[in-house]
């Protein structure tokens, strides 16, 4: 009887590592001196994420303060034969918005138990000319080296929620997970 409640325990146990999703703090002024061939001028914000099956880096950055048109890089590297290589790249700008990264939302998990990362970041978007008002919040998947959307908009009171065409690609439980991270978020 022992031998078995071993093994159903040691196999509880390796399942519990391969959902494992560890996160690292990174000191953004450090990383941002490193010399990492990350896009832009400043960081403003870097998590380093560990899985089963991955070694990954997240980078926020854009240009310069002031820079306009305001870009925000949204950069996924991942430790591949002992070297960083960048997995998934994306450019965030539009004429007259200003975005804001909010770096205490996120979200980090392994909803499909493939041993590999799945995120979600919020980030907001402001009119140039008025940085206080919010026009909307956007939620932003990572998901196998692409990223993916939900939004809602301030004008009808953050009410409903619109989503990139490809979201609807995403495995069920990637969508659960998301969108009751999304769901309870206070978007103002």
């Known amino acids: 009887m022992g031998k078995y409640v071993l093994l159903i325990l040691l196999s509880m146990g390796f399942y519990a ?10 000191n953004k002024e450090n990383f ?5 061939p990350f896009k832009g001028k400043r960081v403003l914000q870097v998590e380093r994420i560990q899985t089963p099956k991955e070694d990954n880096y997240i980078v926020f950055s854009k ?3 002031g820079a306009d ?31 804001s990264v909010w770096e205490s939302r996120k979200a980090f998990f392994d909803a499909d138990k493939d041993g590999k990362l799945d995120a979600l970041f919020i980030y907001s978007r402001h009119p140039k000319d008025d940085l206080q008002k919010q026009l909307s919040c956007i939620g932003l998947v990572l998901y196998k080296n692409k ?8 004008a009808d009171g953050y009410g409903q929620t619109t989503f990139s065409d490809n979201y609807a690609s995403l495995p069920v439980e990637v969508k659960e997970n998301v969108e009751r991270y999304w769901n309870n978020l206070d978007k103002r």
């Open 69 to 99: 048109p305001d870009k925000l890089y949204v950069q996924q590297f991942q430790q591949i034969d002992g070297m960083w290589q960048l997995v998934a790249d994306e450019l965030i700008s539009e004429e007259g918005i200003v975005t």
């Open 63 to 65: 240009e310069e303060r």
């Open 32 to 36: 941002q001196s490193s010399g990492f």
């Open 147 to 154: 990223f993916y959307r939900l939004r809602a908009e301030e």
């Open 17 to 26: 590592a391969e959902a494992q999703v560890t996160t690292i703090s990174i």
